[in-house]
């Protein structure tokens, strides 16, 4: 049972345009959400997170924006740079109880073409 | 300021043999996060647990699976008996509060079953 889904394997884009990855979700009770960056032979790193409550966040070059009647996430990036080539996990948690539990999706690698 | 710390980085057993994985926590994080990320597919939630306490351990599998957070030392993922199937990445996160998820992963232990 996939709660947390990124339906495109890959992504490629020009440097300076913008990426756009997608994120859908099945759980109405997850509440918060977040994107993690990984690149080759390293751990996940965190990216930008949202409420539920809310149905955009910024920071710098990335923006996440939250639908929620559609169970849908994306994260946009721009202007995309090839360091920016990594693979991108979106993340979901209920906050329920005592856990920092995350769902993850299978996540979408992403390359920029200078 | 260290981040999480994982050993080894990689690691070979052959099938029977026992696996053990460290890993330490930043300084100051009480809570520690096991994920496993089988190839191609997403990380996926294994156990998280605080100093001396499992507190969701319901991603572990049933046999052969153990994690421990002692009052002192590294938290250790455990897996006896060692399959085929548990060929992964295996990758530890930490936090300093509870809920916090904006947790901090370190880079891995791939473990190789031959």
């Known amino acids: 049972d996939q709660q947390v889904k990124q339906n495109s394997p890959s992504l490629s884009v020009q440097e300076g345009r913008i990426s756009i990855l997608n994120c859908d979700y099945t759980?109405?009770?997850?509440?918060?959400f977040l994107w993690y960056k990984k690149y080759p032979a390293e751990g996940p790193t965190f990216l930008i997170s949202?409420?539920?409550?809310?149905d955009k966040n910024e920071d710098g070059r990335f923006t996440v924006f939250l639908n929620k009647s559609a169970k849908h996430l994306s994260l946009h990036i721009v202007p995309s740079q090839p360091g920016d080539s990594a693979v991108y996990f979106c993340?979901?948690?209920?906050?329920?109880?005592?856990?920092?539990?995350?769902?993850f999706g299978q996540g979408t690698t992403l390359q920029v073409k200078p | 300021n260290a981040g999480v710390m994982q050993n080894p980085r990689h690691l070979v057993r052959r099938r029977g043999q026992e696996a053990r994985l460290r890993c330490s926590p930043m300084k100051g994080h009480s809570h520690v996060y096991w994920y496993r990320q089988l190839p191609e597919e997403g990380l996926k939630f294994m156990v998280y647990l605080q100093k001396e306490n499992i507190i969701d351990e319901s991603g572990m599998p049933k046999e052969r699976f153990s994690a421990e957070f002692p009052k002192e030392g590294p938290s250790i993922l455990r897996i006896q008996q060692v399959v085929r199937g548990d060929s992964a990445a295996y990758f530890c996160a930490s936090s300093p509060l509870q809920d916090w998820y904006g947790y901090t992963f370190g880079s891995g232990t791939r473990l190789t079953v031959v």
């Open positions: 759980n109405s009770m997850f509440d918060y």
């Open positions: 949202i409420s539920s409550i809310k």
């Open positions: 993340a979901a948690s209920t906050g329920s109880g005592n856990t920092g539990k995350l769902i």
